[in-house]
């Protein structure tokens, strides 16, 4: 057992966890055709403007990727591709494609990329769709162009493919900014899916945000980084949580590892060219930097720690010292652009703690973190939390790394819920928070339990499920600190 645990949850026990396979199929493809080498108008590329689009849809939606080859090449120069292109065109030609189409009736979504040629998609994207079964089957067209739009290629191929419901509302994206500007594809992508009435299988991987009472939106579900240990295991566990898609991350200061956070978000968005706004970065302050005057320049160290120029959001870690005077430097923060939101942790030690911070300060607390569990549903403080106007953000969801977390993933009720769905005790559990409202942020060493973790997104418990998971509910909390706890995290001075 570290230190940090026995400071902060005074003797849990760490017990061995248990492992699941995660249960998940990707439900959705996106389907390509794009053409490499001399383009209209950015000279040779490399890589086709329409690939970088549907890589994109790929990586948000978590669908598999199939590209449409053609068996013989176009070629590199683009008068001649050109010609023959028209040719084709004019021909209706069906020109070959390499390979065995995907078999689509394993999917519920297709994602269906090309080039604008003419007003068309170009012909071997026909062949592939007369080769493939089409009928019933949800198509979503994509395409880049040079200022043609999506033109008539989506009710063209409505027309050619009556059986297929093939969606009218498409995106197209222009090839110089698909080719140069990632983030301004990332914005349209995200823009574009938002609009669209898909299948909840085709949205694996697509958390969503809670609005906060200022107006920020906040990724429901996260990681957690308590009981890391170090800042070289926390950097592995956060890499490989971006990776798969988590944008949320739960630090304190207490858990001495956001050098480990703040270096695994600079890998990740240099490896992926995603924009730093784009994760939700949480920390806290512990109570021996709490004060005013003091809590500010906690919070420059801790910028520095995390190696951010700002954090989206800072809670006061326990409801010890001199909260009210670290708030006003948060609040002081906020005005600053150093933070975004503010939160209050473990808030819940009395019955009107919450209420009479609330009543003190000038920025309302949006977020409110605690224990909260199916053992410990947690419905006085939440109904309390909801009159304020604050989220509730649960932590030890799965019980923690001790008793709990053996005895909650042992529960014959969830296990009887996660083999109905064909899914993890843990993925039950974490849908169960999601569907309570709640932001959830579980905590992980393990690349494999992470990437399980966040795979919740595709399935959804019933009203039956729900009600049977809140009858577990005996209020048990793990950990309840008592008045000598509170002392005892004045004398902790997290390291530098
Ligand atoms: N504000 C506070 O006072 C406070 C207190 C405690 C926690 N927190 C926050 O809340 C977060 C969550 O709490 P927590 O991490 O203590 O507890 P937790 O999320 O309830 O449970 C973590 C334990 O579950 C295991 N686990 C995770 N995914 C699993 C899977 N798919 N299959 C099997 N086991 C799995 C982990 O082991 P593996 O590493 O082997 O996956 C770890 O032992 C913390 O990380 C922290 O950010 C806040
Ligand atoms: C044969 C051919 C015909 C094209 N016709 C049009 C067109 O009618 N309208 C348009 O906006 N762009 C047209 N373009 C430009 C492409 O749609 C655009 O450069 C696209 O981004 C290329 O995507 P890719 O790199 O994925 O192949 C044409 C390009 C080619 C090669």
Redesign the pocket.
């Known amino acids: 057992m570290n230190k940090m645990t026995n400071i902060l949850l005074g003797g849990l026990l760490m017990l061995s966890t248990l492992s699941a396979n995660a249960a998940e199929a990707a439900k959705s493809i996106v389907v390509f055709f794009?053409?490499t080498g001399e383009?209209?108008?950015v000279g040779v590329?490399q890589e086709?403007?329409?690939?970088k689009v549907a890589k994109e849809i790929a990586r948000v939606t978590g669908a598999d990727l199939w590209e449409i080859k053609e068996a013989e090449p176009y070629p590199v120069k683009?008068k001649p591709?050109?010609e023959r292109?028209k040719k084709e065109l004019q021909a209706k030609a069906r020109p070959a494609f390499q390979g065995t189409a995907p078999d689509l009736s394993k999917y519920e979504t297709v994602f269906l990329g090309y080039?604008?040629?003419?007003?068309e998609a170009p012909m071997v994207v026909y062949t592939f769709l007369e080769k493939a079964k089409t009928d019933g089957k949800a198509i979503y067209p994509f395409c880049?162009?040079?200022?043609?739009g999506l033109g008539s290629t989506a009710r063209n191929l409505a027309r050619a493919f009556p059986k297929a419901k093939i969606e009218q509302n498409g995106l197209a994206i222009y090839?110089h900014v698909?080719q140069k500007d990632a983030d301004a594809v990332r914005k349209a992508v995200a823009e574009w899916l938002k609009g669209l009435a898909l299948p909840k299988t085709a949205s694996k991987g697509r958390v969503p945000t809670l609005k906060l009472n200022n107006g920020a939106e906040m990724p429901q579900f996260g990681i957690g980084t308590f009981n890391q240990g170090s800042d070289e295991t926390c950097r592995r566990s956060v890499l490989a949580a971006l990776r798969a898609g988590y944008r949320h991350i739960d630090t304190a200061h207490a858990y001495q590892d956001e050098r480990g956070v703040g270096q695994a978000i600079r890998e990740f968005c240099e490896e992926s060219g995603v924009p730093r706004s784009e994760i939700w970065v949480t920390s806290k302050l512990w109570p021996t930097e709490y004060g005013e005057g003091v809590s500010a320049a906690a919070i420059d160290r801790m910028l520095k720690r995390l190696q951010l120029d700002y954090i989206d959001l800072l809670y006061v870690h326990q409801p010890a010292g001199d909260y009210l005077g670290a708030w006003k430097d948060m609040e002081k923060a906020v005005r600053q652009g150093k933070v975004r939101t503010l939160g209050v942790s473990d808030f819940d030690y009395d019955d009107h703690m919450l209420e009479d911070m609330v009543a003190a300060v000038a920025i309302k607390p949006a977020v409110l973190q605690i224990e909260c569990h199916p053992y410990a549903q947690r419905l006085d403080i939440r109904k309390r939390a909801e009159k304020l106007g604050i989220q509730i953000e649960t932590w030890f969801p799965l019980g923690g790394s001790g008793k709990g977390n053996q005895s909650l993933l042992n529960n014959e009720v969830v296990k009887d819920i996660a083999k109905s769905h064909g899914r993890t005790a843990v993925q039950v559990i974490l849908r169960w928070h999601v569907q309570e409202g709640f932001s959830v942020i579980p905590g992980s060493k393990n690349p494999e339990h992470i990437k399980e973790n966040i795979a919740i997104f595709d399935f959804e418990l019933t009203d039956g499920d729900m009600e049977r998971i809140r009858a577990l509910n005996t209020e048990s909390r793990y950990y309840i600190p008592r008045p000598e706890d509170l002392q005892r995290f004045l004398q902790f001075k997290p390291a530098e």
């Not at 086709?48 to 690939?51: I, L, P, Q, Y």
């Not at 080039?115 to 007003?119: A, D, F, H, R, S």
């Not at 880049?144 to 043609?148: D, F, K, N, R, Y």
């Open positions: 794009s053409h383009n209209y108008s590329i086709g403007n329409t690939a683009y591709c050109i292109a080039p604008n040629w003419w007003g880049t162009h040079e200022g043609s090839g698909a």
